[in-house]
């Protein structure tokens, strides 16, 4: 039972990694039409920016949180302004090689910048709590709550405000929601600095258990891609359940079958549902007209 | 004599344009041991090759059926350890190696493409994504086979079981394979295959209207991919004689990716001349430059921007610029005779 206990909240930690990933790439999903494949490598250098930061000035790891935060809506807008805004009339497949040769570009830079060695990023607060024989840290609860809380702020922002209305009606017809007078163009542009600031959270809440490297992102990057697939591309709320039901199933795997082979089975696994489930879980069939 | 020789060339075009191309490959190692080129060049020019021969798979894929593969460098990697295995530790022919490195890869996938291809082409590249990380995974984890981090080593290939190439030879090797696959690759898009592709590039709700199956057709063209990719692999491990699992990480699937773009898609000679840009300038050009040939990632760079600055402003890929150049030039001369008279 303890052990059970200690697994859900370790996958309610991991999960919200993956779900804040999977919620950026959603999002710039719907409102560019492009899977963006660049997402881990912007959180990744926006992290060692945080990093870099925080290591100079000293401040505390949620101001550098914060900061890195900030860091990447910019980055998310330049990345918007200089290349995708420029890319409306491409078609999808050459967008999705787009967000490739930003990966190049940002995996390019960042040894540059910031050099090749890993660093190190705190954990946001110290010690732990215990019940039910399960072990949790301040830290793990504290990701736990600001992932959902915002996630939970994104949500009503989405279904309750003119901000949500407009990314929901760019997502579901951009030439129509343009001719009804939505700023598309700055609809997109937001999505993309959210979507990067999402990443960031994400990037700096794994950094502690990790390090901040080069390839820290690659994991989450396939997973939040795959909860994406699992969830349905159709929905906002779909990935993220998928995103919490991988991190449940991926601890789960590591602790009771193989912890080296448990991110390879629940891939297949993933892939193994969609083959019966094509759509995702919470997928609605989009029917073509031609 | 000259002339008829010249009729021929001229009347069995493309074919004899491409092994004209290998012939002037091939004089590469004669200058080298002339000593007119470095020894290095040889290793380098190899490795464009090899990856020509990978990027024409992938051509196809993402030229005709739009769709991305990010398990390229997986599937090469596969073809490495492969035929690592049945040669140097099954003592198997060079033969029989190519063939089932070939093959496996091949078969895992077609099974990844009988999942993902049913649903929407992005599909694919998310999925190859996941299986080029579990490769890796097993890259590193089967070290009973593939030797953990440290790698794993192979010789140059043993022809039918007595002639045993050099270096020279198993580059004349790499030479023979890219131009047969340049012949294939050829063949097929001018077959009825290829026109069936050419219709779903244009409108796959058409194409399936019109009676092409389209879904068999990805995954096709999917299979024809990943075993270029894999025999790219075979070829790799047999000149460079030496694997491990950090050679084959996401990034060489995206330079692959970024060949086509860059040199042209649908274009057999545009994936020639994109192998070069993008695995020749950093190697040849960049590293030797004062500043910039310090910077770790500049390769990398240099290419990301290259593709990003191709797609938005020349989609055609850098081989019609020698189009564009003649149309200019004509443009330019004509206007100057407009002058004169």
Known sequence: MDIFVQILLNSLETGGIYALAALGIILIFRTSVTTNFAQGSISMFSAFLATIVL???????????IVGMIFALIIGVLVDF??????????????????????????????????????????FVYGSYSFF?????????????????????????????????????????????RMMGIPTASVTRASWAIAAALGTLSALMLAPTNSVNLSMMDTVQVTALLACILGGFTSFYGAVIAAYLIGFASNLLSFYVSSIWSDSILYLLILTTILFKPTGLFGKKVIKKV | MNNKLMNFYKSHKPYSQFILFGIILSLLPLLVSLGLVKYS???????????????????????????????????????????????????????????????????IGVLTGLVSLRIEGYYLAIATLAISEILRKVFVEFDFITNGFSGKQAQYPKLLGFLQLDRNGTYILIVFFLILVMIMMHNLVNSHTGRALSTMRGSEAAASAMGINIYRHRLLSFAIAVSFSALGGVLYMH???????????????????????IGGIRSISGTILGAFIVFGVPDLILKRLPIIGSIDGAAYIFNGLLIILVILFYPNGLINMRFDIQKNFNKLFRRGEDNNG
């Open chain 1, 133 to 177: 024989g399960a072990t949790i840290s301040y830290n793990a609860i504290f990701n736990i709550v600001v992932g959902l809380a915002l996630m939970g702020v994104l949500f009503f922002a989405l279904q309750k405000t003119k901000w949500g209305l407009s990314v929901r009606a760019t997502a579901s017809n951009e030439v129509v929601a």
């Open chain 1, 55 to 65: 290591i100079r000035t000293g401040i505390s790891p949620i101001s550098a949180a």
């Open chain 2, 239 to 261: 000149f460079v004689k030496y694997t491990y699992p950090n050679a084959w990480i996401l990034m060489l699937s995206l330079n692959i990716l970024a060949v086509i773009v």
């Open chain 2, 41 to 107: 060049l040889l290793t380098t020019v190899a490795s464009i090759l090899i990856y020509s021969i990978v990027a024409l798979g992938l051509n196809l894929l993402l030229g005709y059926s739009g769709l991305i593969s990010l398990g390229t460098a997986g599937f090469m990697g596969m073809g490495t350890y492969l035929t690592a295995f049945i040669t140097a530790d099954l003592g198997l022919p060079f033969e029989l190696a190519l063939i089932i490195s070939v093959a496996v890869p091949m078969v």
């Open chain 1, 82 to 123: 200089f290349v995708i805004s420029r890319a409306q009339k491409v078609n999808p497949v050459s967008k999705q090689i787009i967000t490739l040769g930003l990966i190049m570009i940002f995996l390019g830079l960042a040894p540059m910048l910031f050099g090749t060695d890993p660093l190190q990023f705190p954990r």
